[in-house]
């Protein structure tokens, strides 16, 4: 019996330094700056290496990574309601209204007014509409990091080989949605048995948002005002064109991929693989395209629809916000600073990984060193003056479903663009207003 | 003497209270705490970040007025009847099949029961592939027999049929289990009998087989109903999110999951949660009290 009790006593004794031992390494780790981001293997370096820069010039504040998987937005929102919110977190233009309404951002007013030199330098080399993507409700949710907005790619081999024009180099001077369409055209190819063997244009952004990008340069806008619209521009005829043009490049002109079409092969491999002339993407696929072999390309711009005034891309844009509950906002604040600021936006800048948003960034040498395959650099360093916005409200992740479901038949050539008039401003009028 | 047993009975009862305490336990903290807070979140208004906020009844009053519930509600119904009518009848048939005594029938049981081992999601992503419009094996085959490229996962008509199919073939050798051991426990005398008045196969399993199992069919009838009516990850695999293509797919399981996770309308998505259980609990009383009725 007494040996017995030894014997139990031993395995508490035991499974109590195991427990110390727990504590201790989890005490350990939390010292650390948790930082919550999502990316591909080739920016997840570029991420390491400014915190590798970081961490050099902080060595005190040690930073721990904490990768996203598939669904951040979703990971971020579990972590957070579970009380484990990392203390930096990535975000998104369009989903962190959701986030800073719960209270699970801080509000960076206030660190940005204690640091006056950074705040006025930061605002004098940023460009206004990035930097306000993610002021709402009167807070700065948090600071821009990265321009993600779309344009277009060329393969440049195929261009010249079918006498196809360069397309433009700059925003300031677009081609028309007529000359998109008829070098889409141009550049489609198909067999003897009518089987497409080149796409003048494939799509590798989201369907709905891009034929609201097509829309806008058709002269519309979602909506006004950007923040807490009560109402988006669904029911304007310009806005509904633009998603009528984009709807019928598959559906009637056949020179882009339907759903179906690109089952097989996905639109970016399309393009990398030298089977599609133009691609619609943002600068996240540059490293993709820049790896396929015997891929050459370009950038250019988007073309201008019939009633639109400016050619732009939309202000795509990931920021680094503080969470409210973090215990280290005053390390949190320098990794944001750094990261966002003039040296974290050089280090951006030199990896080619990222747009930076920086004007200093975007038009630093080592930007311009970081994109020497392409001529049509002011596509990129232009992009983020020329951008127009998204919606930015708590209620996106509904508009978002609804507009899925919505533009569906639209897109499958099933319904006009002009039929979503009759039901679809009225649902999201309400949903707004719900918000 | 009685006592000494009363005090040992009294000891073992005891000893096994707390053999069952940390299972209680268990059970209590992951099982009984969770159904009841998600009763108490679908009479509030939270989104697990801000305190809830009581609502009384008007997240089931919404759901009433909420013209996709109507939709879910809709395209569940059509997926349960498309993936259980046809998974209890191709069951019933294979199980017929196998309840012989054939050489080498040991292999085929085996094969048929594969896809119990599966894992829901690693199966969706196998048929994603199958489904494939142009390069899918389903389309290949198809066209061996003439018939055009079907877009299965694409057009929303051919969606829920996806769904069904995919259903139907994870759901089958569950089925074929129970209804295979129930045919095993049938006397072979009562056969034996049949066959003697001249009774063919057919008639044998429509007058002996299937009125002897129906205990075990209408289990089988429960369990694949509850699994269809909870449909989500073969959903969210296959078709999205979103439920589409537009709200072909659009089933309870997944408007539960994008207003707790996607919206952060957890209170909601409880209501809507329960709902589901009454639905079912009602169904399966149904079923219940038909099957007494008969074997009475």
């Given at each position: 019996?007494?040996?017995?009790?030894?014997?139990?006593?031993?395995?508490?004794?035991?499974?109590?330094?195991?427990?110390?031992?727990?504590?201790?390494?989890?005490?350990?780790?939390?010292r650390?700056?948790?930082?919550?981001?999502?990316?591909?293997?080739?920016?997840?370096?570029?991420?390491?290496?400014i915190?590798?820069e970081?961490s050099r010039?902080?060595?005190?504040?040690?930073?721990?990574?904490?990768?996203?998987?598939?669904?951040?937005?979703q990971?971020?929102s579990?972590?957070?309601?579970?009380?484990?919110?990392?203390?930096?977190?990535?975000?998104?233009?369009?989903?962190?209204?959701?986030?800073?309404?719960?209270?699970?951002?801080?509000?960076?007013?206030?660190?940005a007014?204690?640091?006056?030199?950074?705040?006025?330098?930061?605002?004098?080399?940023?460009?206004?509409?990035?930097?306000d993507?993610?002021?709402?409700?009167?807070?700065?949710y948090a600071?821009?990091?990265?321009?993600?907005?779309?344009?277009l790619?060329?393969n440049?081999?195929?261009?010249?080989?079918?006498?196809?024009?360069?397309?433009?180099a700059?925003?300031?001077?677009?081609w028309t949605f007529?000359?998109?369409?008829?070098?889409?055209?141009?550049?489609?190819?198909?067999?003897?048995?009518?089987?497409?063997?080149?796409?003048g244009?494939?799509?590798?952004w989201?369907?709905?948002?891009?034929?609201?990008?097509?829309?806008t340069?058709?002269?519309a806008?979602?909506?006004?005002?950007?923040?807490n619209?009560?109402?988006?521009?669904?029911?304007?005829?310009?806005f509904?064109?633009?998603?009528?043009?984009?709807?019928?490049?598959?559906a009637t002109?056949?020179?882009?991929?339907?759903?179906?079409?690109?089952?097989?092969?996905?639109?970016?491999?399309?393009?990398?693989?030298?089977?599609?002339?133009?691609?619609?993407?943002?600068?996240?696929?540059?490293?993709?395209?820049?790896?396929?072999?015997?891929?050459?390309f370009?950038?250019?711009?988007?073309?201008?629809?019939?009633?639109g005034?400016?050619?732009?891309?939309?202000i795509?844009?990931?920021?680094?916000?503080?969470a409210a509950?973090?215990?280290?906002?005053?390390?949190?604040?320098?990794?944001?600073?750094?990261?966002?600021?003039?040296?974290?936006?050089?280090?951006?800048?030199?990896?080619?990984?990222?747009?930076?948003?920086?004007?200093?960034?975007?038009?630093?040498?080592?930007?311009?060193?970081?994109?020497r395959?392409?001529?049509?650099?002011?596509?990129?360093?232009?992009?983020p003056a020329?951008s127009?916005?998204?919606?930015?409200?708590?209620?996106?992740?509904?508009?978002?479903a609804?507009l899925?479901?919505?533009?569906?038949?639209v897109l499958?050539?099933?319904?006009?663009?002009?039929?979503?008039?009759?039901?679809?401003?009225?649902?999201?009028?309400?949903?707004?207003?719900?918000? | 003497?009685?006592?000494?047993?009363?005090?040992?009975?009294?000891?073992?009862?005891?000893?096994?209270?707390?053999?069952v305490?940390?299972?209680?336990a268990?059970?209590?903290?992951?099982?009984?705490?969770?159904?009841g807070?998600?009763l108490?979140?679908?009479?509030?208004?939270?989104?697990?970040?801000?305190?809830?906020?009581?609502?009384?009844t008007?997240?089931?009053?919404?759901l009433?007025?909420?013209?996709?519930f109507?939709?879910?509600?809709?395209?569940?119904?059509?997926?349960?009847?498309?993936s259980?009518l046809?998974?209890?009848?191709?069951?019933?048939?294979?199980?017929?099949?196998?309840?012989r005594?054939?050489?080498?029938?040991a292999?085929?049981?085996?094969?048929?029961?594969?896809?119990?081992?599966v894992?829901?999601?690693?199966?969706?992503?196998?048929?994603?592939?199958?489904?494939?419009?142009?390069?899918?094996?389903?389309?290949?085959?198809?066209?061996?027999?003439?018939?055009?490229?079907?877009?299965?996962?694409?057009?929303?008509?051919?969606?829920?049929v996806?769904?069904?199919?995919?259903?139907?073939?994870?759901?089958?050798p569950?089925?074929?289990v129970?209804?295979?051991?129930?045919?095993?426990?049938?006397?072979?005398?009562?056969?034996?009998?049949?066959?003697?008045?001249?009774?063919?196969?057919?008639?044998?399993?429509?007058?002996?087989?299937?009125?002897?199992?129906?205990?075990?069919?209408?289990?089988?009838?429960?369990?694949?109903?509850?699994?269809?009516?909870?449909?989500?990850?073969?959903?969210?695999?296959?078709?999205?999110?979103?439920?589409?293509?537009?709200s072909?797919?659009?089933?309870?399981?997944?408007?539960?999951?994008?207003?707790?996770?996607g919206?952060?309308?957890?209170?909601?998505?409880?209501?809507?949660?329960?709902?589901?259980?009454?639905?079912?609990?009602v169904?399966?009383?149904?079923?219940l009290?038909?099957?007494r009725q008969?074997?009475s």
């Amino acid at each position: 019996m007494h040996e017995s009790l030894l014997d139990r006593r031993t395995l508490l004794r035991g499974a109590g330094v195991l427990g110390a031992a727990a504590l201790a390494g989890c005490d350990r780790d939390d010292r650390a700056l948790s930082f919550f981001f999502a990316a591909n293997p080739e920016e997840a370096d570029a991420r390491r290496r400014i915190i590798a820069e970081f961490s050099r010039r902080h060595p005190d504040i040690p930073v721990r990574i904490v990768l996203s998987g598939p669904d951040p937005v979703q990971q971020m929102s579990t972590f957070c309601a579970g009380g484990k919110c990392p203390d930096v977190l990535m975000a998104w233009e369009l989903t962190y209204p959701a986030l800073a309404e719960r209270g699970v951002l801080l509000d960076l007013n206030a660190l940005a007014r204690d640091d006056p030199t950074f705040t006025t330098d930061l605002h004098r080399d940023s460009i206004a509409a990035l930097y306000d993507t993610f002021t709402f409700n009167g807070g700065q949710y948090a600071l821009p990091e990265q321009w993600s907005g779309n344009f277009l790619y060329y393969n440049t081999a195929l261009f010249a080989a079918a006498g196809v024009p360069t397309p433009p180099a700059r925003w300031e001077q677009p081609w028309t949605f007529a000359e998109f369409l008829s070098a889409a055209q141009a550049l489609t190819k198909r067999s003897a048995s009518g089987a497409v063997s080149q796409w003048g244009f494939v799509d590798t952004w989201v369907p709905t948002y891009s034929a609201g990008l097509f829309a806008t340069n058709n002269g519309a806008q979602w909506c006004e005002p950007r923040t807490n619209p009560t109402h988006l521009n669904l029911d304007d005829d310009a806005f509904l064109a633009g998603v009528q043009f984009y709807a019928d490049l598959a559906a009637t002109h056949h020179v882009s991929p339907t759903a179906i079409d690109a089952q097989s092969m996905s639109t970016m491999d399309l393009f990398a693989a030298g089977k599609a002339a133009m691609a619609l993407a943002g600068h996240w696929r540059y490293q993709s395209f820049a790896r396929a072999q015997g891929l050459d390309f370009d950038v250019t711009t988007l073309p201008l629809g019939p009633h639109g005034t400016q050619a732009c891309s939309n202000i795509g844009t990931t920021g680094l916000a503080i969470a409210a509950d973090s215990s280290r906002r005053e390390q949190a604040w320098e990794f944001v600073k750094f990261a966002a600021g003039p040296v974290g936006q050089a280090l951006i800048a030199d990896s080619g990984l990222f747009v930076p948003v920086l004007r200093s960034a975007l038009g630093s040498a080592g930007f311009a060193a970081a994109h020497r395959r392409i001529t049509h650099l002011p596509v990129l360093t232009e992009g983020p003056a020329h951008s127009g916005y998204l919606p930015v409200t708590p209620a996106w992740p509904k508009i978002d479903a609804l507009l899925d479901r919505s533009f569906g038949p639209v897109l499958r050539g099933k319904r006009t663009a002009m039929s979503l008039k009759a039901t679809l401003p009225q649902a999201i009028d309400r949903i707004l207003g719900a918000a | 003497m009685s006592t000494r047993a009363s005090a040992l009975q009294r000891r073992r009862a005891h000893a096994g209270r707390l053999f069952v305490l940390p299972n209680l336990a268990a059970l209590l903290v992951f099982m009984a705490f969770p159904l009841g807070y998600s009763l108490y979140l679908s009479f509030t208004r939270s989104d697990l970040f801000r305190p809830a906020t009581f609502v009384g009844t008007a997240n089931y009053r919404h759901l009433l007025d909420d013209p996709l519930f109507g939709i879910a509600l809709r395209n569940t119904v059509v997926f349960t009847l498309g993936s259980v009518l046809p998974t209890v009848v191709i069951s019933l048939g294979i199980a017929g099949l196998l309840n012989r005594k054939l050489k080498g029938i040991a292999v085929f049981r085996t094969i048929i029961f594969v896809p119990l081992a599966v894992s829901a999601v690693v199966m969706a992503v196998v048929w994603q592939f199958v489904f494939n419009t142009d390069n899918g094996l389903l389309n290949i085959m198809l066209g061996w027999v003439g018939l055009g490229p079907v877009p299965w996962l694409v057009d929303p008509h051919w969606a829920m049929v996806s769904l069904c199919l995919v259903s139907v073939w994870k759901g089958v050798p569950f089925a074929t289990v129970v209804l295979l051991a129930a045919m095993g426990g049938i006397d072979e005398n009562l056969y034996e009998a049949a066959r003697i008045d001249g009774a063919g196969e057919l008639r044998r399993f429509f007058a002996i087989t299937l009125p002897l199992i129906r205990g075990a069919l209408s289990f089988v009838v429960i369990i694949s109903t509850i699994s269809a009516f909870q449909a989500f990850d073969q959903v969210y695999v296959l078709t999205g999110g979103n439920g589409g293509p537009e709200s072909a797919t659009y089933v309870l399981g997944i408007m539960l999951f994008q207003h707790a996770f996607g919206f952060g309308e957890f209170g909601y998505a409880c209501a809507l949660a329960w709902v589901m259980f009454a639905i079912l609990l009602v169904l399966t009383g149904l079923q219940l009290r038909r099957s007494r009725q008969e074997n009475s």
